[in-house]
């Protein structure tokens, strides 16, 4: 079965953590696996390629000018997509509340099945929630899922 896993980072942390080992006994079991994340120093990405599975970083730009971010956030989902057509995977899974939205803008139409594990009970957007700037605060609220 070929899976397609999108997290946020590969970072130290737990959610990282929980898709490093879940991605190793995958392969194991013989599935084909894919992972893409966002963002981050990558601090699993060299074990994960180390038990033969390929990971693909979305975004090598920082910035914070906000109309860059949201140039920057248009062109992951669309590389995004690109990668869920060439790869063809029989399932999608994301993590972290960010991938979560990428991968169901980037998967429609495409068939796919979804499938959304939830590390985080939270407001995706809760620090924005709290700044004075009314395109920031109507994106968080556009994003709430």
């Not at 997290?7 to 080992?21: N, Q, V, W």
């Not at 194991?28 to 994340?37: A, F, G, Q």
């Not at 390929?54 to 910035?63: A, C, E, M, P, Q």
Request: a positive charge; hydrophobic letters at 40%; aromatic letters at 10%.
């Amino acid at each position: 079965m070929k899976i397609l896993h999108c997290i946020t980072s590969l970072d130290k942390g737990g959610a990282e953590t929980h898709l490093k080992d879940l991605v190793i006994a995958q392969k194991r079991s013989k599935d084909e696996i894919l992972v893409v994340y966002s963002k981050g120093n990558s601090y699993w990405s060299k074990h994960i390629r180390k038990n033969g599975i390929k990971t693909i970083k979305l975004n090598k730009n920082k910035s914070t000018n906000l109309i860059l971010i949201i140039v920057n956030i248009i062109r992951e989902i669309i590389y995004l997509r690109k990668i869920l057509k060439n790869y063809k995977p029989h399932i999608l899974h994301s993590h972290l509340p960010k991938m979560e939205i990428y991968c169901w803008f980037a998967s429609l139409n495409l068939n796919l099945k979804l499938i959304v594990t939830k590390h985080l009970d939270n407001f995706f957007f809760d620090k924005l929630k709290k700044d004075k700037n009314i395109i920031l605060k109507t994106l968080s609220y556009l994003f709430y899922i």
